[in-house]
């Protein structure tokens, strides 16, 4: 018994050593589960360029949008454990849909094997540039005038839109919540006036704050952030604790081999730290993530957790 035991610890051995030497023996396929354009398609761009020539394999960007981008999520989910299909998700349809949807036909945790934390994309308060003060005076202003102030979303159970509902409880203010479909319409009202404030990723509206179109209030980041130093965070503010931001992040489909799954983080986290691709990073308005796939796992369980709880006590259904 002992030397059959002995043999099959042996062999398992053998073969994941195999599977990580030959991987990978054909084209690489990485899922976005949004239109081409964005922030995640962007990442994943910057990313698959970089792992094919490092691979020596062709990897493809396929874009699968549709459905709160629950539709390219569960092509991964349901594709072969073998990690020749990978997905580049993002914080809202993995972090949020959970929460949302009563019959996902997947489960961002067990129907997924976490790869690496690929970039996290910062968000600010911003307001029209003609707002006078500071977030302190805004919540003064907010408090003293109950619904009578609103804020914009970039959309329904958006980050932007729970940002601002975590946004509200914590400094207990009373803002009429106005969804937009997408951020560049949120951004123009933002900019004429119409919305009193909008949280939104830096992407999107820092290039409106550096044209001095719009105000930026404060981070919605842990830390003052790299790319916004001078700009204080919401905790600075008197909000302690708060933290709002998008990410992305490179999935595989639940039951990919350990070796396979290691091999994609050692790369990618090599490229993560490569000069070139911090800047295009950056010039997407995103920082580069890292970390292990363990790392992984329990941010996205974290995450789960902190935006269910925004999503029940707001009371956020999707239409």
């Known amino acids: 018994m002992l030397l059959r035991t002995a043999f099959l610890i042996a062999f398992a051995v053998a073969f994941a050593t195999v599977v990580h030497a ?20 962007a990442v994943a761009r910057i990313i698959g360029h970089k792992l094919q020539e490092q691979l020596k394999q062709p990897v493809i960007v396929e874009n699968r949008a549709g459905a709160s981008a629950i539709i390219g999520s569960e092509v991964v989910a349901k594709s072969a ?22 019959k996902l036909p997947y489960h961002p945790i067990t129907d997924f094997s976490p790869v690496i934390l690929t970039s996290i994309l910062p968000m600010l308060m911003v307001t029209p540039a003609s707002a006078q003060g500071d977030v302190k005076d805004f ?3 907010a408090r003293e005038n109950p619904g009578k102030g609103n804020y914009c979303s970039v959309g329904l159970a958006t980050p ?8 509200k409880a914590m400094a207990n203010v009373d803002l009429v919540h106005v969804p937009y479909k997408g951020s560049g319409p949120a951004v123009i009202d933002t900019i004429a006036g119409v919305c009193n404030v909008l949280f939104d990723n830096a992407m999107s509206s820092g290039p409106h704050v550096k044209a001095g179109k719009l105000k930026v209030l404060a981070a919605a980041s842990k830390d003052r952030l790299k790319s916004w130093p001078n700009v204080p965070t919401l905790a600075e503010s008197g909000l302690i604790n708060y933290e709002a931001y998008t990410w992305t992040a490179l999935l595989a489909p639940a039951g990919t081999p350990k070796p396979i799954v290691a091999r994609l983080q050692t790369e990618v986290a090599k490229i993560l730290q490569m000069q070139d691709v911090k800047a295009k990073l950056e010039a997407q ?6 970390g292990t796939s363990e790392d992984l796992a329990a941010f996205t369980e974290a995450e789960i957790r902190k935006w269910g709880k925004v999503i029940r006590e707001g009371n956020i259904k999707v239409e």
């Open 81 to 102: 454990p073998d990690g020749y299909t990978l997905l580049m998700t993002a914080s809202g349809p993995h972090s949020v849909n959970i929460s949302l949807f009563p």
């Open 139 to 141: 919540i003064k202003w």
């Open 22 to 41: 030959e991987y990978p023996e054909k084209p690489i396929k990485i899922v976005v589960p949004y239109p081409p354009g964005g922030a995640t398609d």
């Open 160 to 167: 932007s839109h729970l940002a601002a509902e975590m946004f």
């Open 285 to 290: 308005g995103a920082e580069p993530g890292g």
